[in-house]
Structure formats: C-alpha cells, structure tokens
C-alpha cells in the first residue's frame, strides 16, 4: 500500500509539469502563430509522461492489463477488491499530488505572463465540448493510454521506451484525448486562474472522462488483448 500510495502521488505531480509548460508554451506561441500554438503545447506536455514512465510512477490506466489478467485467472472475491483498491488509491492520490503541485503554481508571479490565461482558456474549452464528444474523446484517451502499456511491454531500452512514451503524451495533449486525471487538473488550473466553470460542470466532466477512460482502457484496450492472449494460448495447446 505504501509503494502504490507513493507511486500514484509521484504521479499526479509529476503530470503537471507537463500542463503547465502546455500553458506556458501556448502563451508565447498563440499571439503569433494562432493555432499552431496547440500543436507547440502539445510537444511541451509530451515530456510529463516520459518522466512518469522512466519515473516509474503510477497514472490511472495506465496498467490495467496485469491485474486484470491476474484477476481473471484468480476469479475470487479477494481479487475484484484488489482491484477496486488499487484503482481507487492510484486515482485520489493521482488528483492529490496534482492538485498539490497545482495550488503552488497558481501562487501570483508563479508562472509567466499570459500562462494563466492559456490554462483558464484550456479548461473552458474542455467543459464545453457536448457530453457525447468528450465521451468519445475520453474513450480514444483510455485506448492510447491503455496501448502505451502493451508498447512498453514489448521495448527492452530506456530510449525506446521514453520515445513512445513521448509521442503517446503529444497526442494526448493535441486530440486532446482525454485522461480523466490529466482533464481534471486541467479544469482545476482553470478555476484557480478564475475559470467561470461550476462545481457541477466539474464533477459531471469528471464522471463522463473517467467512463469514457474505463470503456476505452478496458472494454476495448484490456479486454481485446486479453481475449488475443487467451486464444494465443488455445492454440499452442
């Protein structure tokens, strides 16, 4: 429990240097290039998520392949809550040590001129978009995520792995294809930097992303796979 609470709060913090150089490069590119500025803050979020696979830091979604599989081979009840602990810690500890690093970035003076705009920008955005549209992209963001970990699986070097770690974070940030850790830090920004977005847009943001996540990792990332490694298996026997 220790290493999971660790892992999953190194998590959370360590995502959010990626969001804010997101901020950060789009305030300076946005004025002029326009739209170019998300694909440039799309490169700079890239590196928050080399950082938490060589870091060895544990995001939500990110494995659901193991335990899943070692669920379905050990089909107890001892299993199943396993899994809903280690889902349940690595999300809050993930939002808590994000939120932390997000409080202290909001300090005034913290960041450079127009980055708080950028993220208050980033974040009405995201709770804007209809509900079936942020479904959909919070589904492709669980199958990117949730590929990733098959990627990573099959790479033996550092470099390889940081490289599809990289590109994996860019097209998170330029679909966006959301991640329902990743979406809720971006509104939190966007509210400490006085985002006009409710409490009830938040919350039910939250719930469609985090659906859309455990539909898109799961059903079709996990599952798929799973059913790949079972018929593998039949027919080598």
Wanted: hydrophobic share 60%; proline share 3%; glycine share 10%.
């Amino acid at each position: 429990m220790l290493e999971l609470v660790a892992t999953s709060f190194i998590a959370g913090f360590t995502v959010v240097f990626g969001i804010v150089a997101l901020g950060i490069v789009h305030a300076v590119v946005e004025p002029q290039f326009g739209e170019l500025a998300k694909v440039a803050g799309a490169l700079a979020f890239g590196p928050a998520v080399v950082f938490l696979i060589v870091g060895r830091a544990e995001l939500f979604t990110e494995n659901f392949f193991d335990p899943l599989a070692a669920a379905f081979d050990r089909s107890d009840s001892w299993m199943v809550s396993s899994l809903v602990r280690l889902w349940s810690v690595t999300f809050v500890l993930n939002l808590a040590g994000g939120a932390l690093m997000a409080v202290v970035f909001s300090v005034d003076g913290a960041l450079p001129p127009g980055t708080g705009h950028a993220l208050r920008a980033t974040a009405t955005e995201i709770v804007a978009r209809g509900s079936m549209a942020e479904f959909a992209d919070s589904i492709a963001g669980g199958v990117l995520v949730t590929l990733l970990s098959f990627l990573l699986a099959a790479s033996d070097s550092v470099g390889t792995r940081a490289s599809m770690a990289y590109v994996v974070g860019f097209l998170l940030a330029l679909g966006p294809f959301d991640h329902v850790i990743v979406t809720m830090l971006h509104v939190l920004f966007g509210l400490l930097f006085g985002a006009d977005i409710s409490i009830d847009a938040f919350l039910v943001t939250t719930a469609i992303v985090t659906a859309g996540n455990l539909v898109g990792g799961l059903g079709i990332g996990t599952l798929t796979h799973l059913a790949q490694a079972k018929g593998a298996k039949e027919a080598s026997e």
